[in-house]
């Protein structure tokens, strides 16, 4: 599968997880509380004008800090067309409130064509404020996009976002590999690669944070992936044959220390170049 036929596999997944996403999203929604925290902290006392969101979901990330930064004017966007319908129909409300404006749009992040665009048409020179919680993980060039979205920030900007590490799904890692599977699709960096993908375009800061998520079964956990639109492979990784997913499953249920998954989570600042 080439990368353009996969990512509209994963766009077609999460659009067609729009009405469940919610109800499974625990972690994202603990990770987005956590983030806007962080950028509350960031922006004290900076004038926030403009505000790009990238894969902004069923709006978590968005919806905590609209309110905050209600004078500016916000792009949000999203890979799937239903996560941003959903989205902006969640925020109808606080969106109508706000003293600045608020735009939804599909968008590769990626691929920022319409971001740049946006700031053209406005005479902007870019973003105060680009945040991300929980997408930079599916991008198939992690230090190209950072770079790409740097030249996107204003003077004194930031690029702000969350992504998994590598010590994220080591339970379920294990029974795969136990099952005899691939797990190339669920392999992210760690710590000191992660530093070096996002800081070769310019300053990077990063803090780590680590959660065990306990689940009812095994097939708890693998539904709350597919709740999530998060269960498709990367576009390099054969597909999972059923035998062997249900080797697995019976696998990660046969762990004594109970049905849990951990999740390593980084929380990143990229300066303005």
Request: charged letters at 25%; one cysteine or more.
């Amino acid at each position: 599968m080439t990368t353009e036929l996969w990512k509209n596999a994963v766009a077609q997944a999460f659009d067609a997880a729009v009405e469940s996403y919610d109800g499974q999203a625990a972690v994202q929604r603990w990770v987005a509380g956590e983030l806007s925290g962080d950028i509350q902290s960031l922006q004290e006392g900076v004038k926030t004008r403009s505000v790009l969101e990238i894969g902004c979901g069923t709006g978590a990330l968005s919806s905590a800090l609209l309110p905050v930064f209600d004078r500016a004017h916000w792009l949000i966007t999203d890979v799937a067309p239903a996560m941003v319908a959903a989205c902006e129909e969640k925020q109808k409300e606080t969106a109508g409130k706000i003293r600045g404006s608020v735009t939804y749009h599909v968008m590769d992040g990626e691929d920022p064509v319409a971001a740049r665009d946006y700031c053209e048409q406005r005479g902007w020179n870019g973003f105060d404020l680009i945040c991300s919680s929980l997408a930079f993980q599916w991008f198939a060039d992690l230090p190209g996009t950072v770079a790409r979205l740097r030249q996107l920030l204003a003077p004194k900007g930031h690029l702000v976002f969350t992504t998994l590490g590598s010590q994220s799904f080591g339970q379920w890692k294990a029974a795969l590999e136990q099952a005899g599977l691939d797990v190339q699709g669920l392999n992210y960096p760690d710590f000191r690669q992660l530093l070096e993908q996002a800081g070769r375009s310019g300053a990077v800061s990063i803090r780590e944070e680590e959660i065990r998520e306990p689940y009812s079964s095994a097939r708890d956990f693998l539904n709350m992936l597919s709740g999530l639109g998060a269960d498709r492979q990367k576009a390099d990784v054969a597909p999972v044959s059923t035998a062997k997913l249900r080797r697995a499953l019976r696998s990660l249920e046969e762990d004594p220390s109970g049905i849990a998954v951990d999740y390593e989570i980084f929380f990143v600042v990229c300066s303005a170049r």
